[in-house]
């Protein structure tokens, strides 16, 4: 059974959640990589104000295909969410609570996610069709420059992911990992 999750998440919500929950979020995602996040790290550094409020907000690693006619957006699955490692903690100290993508995450955000009570979700990578049905509203409000890189206000309905890494510590994959060394 899936837990409901809105957006903005607040601190309690996060802490209910616990690795290897099944989720499903209605709310806005703001979508972000690579270049985007360099970008959004300059400003931090720099206290310059963001293109949108960190507080509470859950980024996804996503660099959707363009839309075909009547659609909101094109397919849209999951990047690789270690590329985004190096500024991920310097945006959770800014309020960030989550983020989506794939692949595993290095232990300075895996700790940042316990200092700033912040969950990391991994969505299914391979099913961006199918991700992008749940995207009901696509807005690109800063760096359009970068394409599918920009940044984008993204609303949801009930997008399913899944709990990796929990503020407690817990982690789906050494979870996953040890159940696998147990069995054999």
Known sequence: ????????????????????????????????????????????????PLPFDL???????VGPSPARPGQVIGSAGPTTSGRMDAYTPQLLACGLRGMIGKGARSQAVKDALREHTAVYLAATGGAGALLATHVVAHEVI??????????ARLQVSEFPAV??????????????????????
């Open 142 to 151: 800063a760096y359009a420059e970068l394409g599918a890189e920009a940044v």
């Open 163 to 184: 709990v990796v890494n929990d503020c407690h510590g817990g982690d789906l994959y050494e979870q996953g990992r040890a159940r696998y060394e147990c069995a054999r």
């Open 1 to 48: 059974m899936a837990v409901t999750i809105t957006t903005p998440l607040s601190e309690e919500a996060v802490k209910a959640l616990r690795a290897g929950d099944h989720v499903r979020i209605s709310g806005v995602l703001y979508q972000a990589r690579d270049a985007a996040h360099r970008r959004l790290a300059a400003l931090v550094e720099n206290g310059e």
């Open 55 to 61: 507080r509470g907000a859950i980024i996804y690693y």
